[in-house]
């Protein structure tokens, strides 16, 4: 059974940076397209950075330029630094490992609040 291990999440002043951690405790076999969601009180769940197994890349309008998303598939692991933090991005950010068919792996969220 595949854990997805969160890590990286906190109090955070706004304009200061946090890089997520998210790792396998278990083996994910083949590639897998990864993403970050996050869900914030009295909103839905969003993506937030994705990475597909081809390598494309998409970001949520309101990270673009501020968040990226890196994957080491060698140790199944995957990070999102995340920088000029708002107040806005506080929420429970989820990771995700997803194969198409095989399986859909998410972690147990890490609470990020930025405070102003």
């Known amino acids: 059974q595949v854990q997805l291990l969160e890590s990286g999440g906190g109090l955070v002043q706004a304009g200061g940076s946090l890089r997520l951690s998210c790792a396998a405790s278990g083996t994910i076999f083949g590639i897998s397209d990864v993403g970050w969601y996050r869900q914030a009180p009295g909103k839905q769940r969003e993506l937030v950075a994705a990475?597909?197994?081809?390598?494309?890349?998409n970001y949520a309008d309101s990270v673009m330029g501020r968040f990226t998303i890196f994957r080491s598939n060698t140790n199944n692991t995957m990070y999102l630094q995340m920088n000029t933090l708002k107040p806005e991005d506080s929420a429970v950010y989820y990771c995700n490992f997803h194969r198409a068919g095989w399986y859909d792996y998410w972690g147990q969220g890490t609470q990020v609040t930025v405070s102003s």
């Open positions: 990475i597909r197994s081809r390598g494309s890349t």
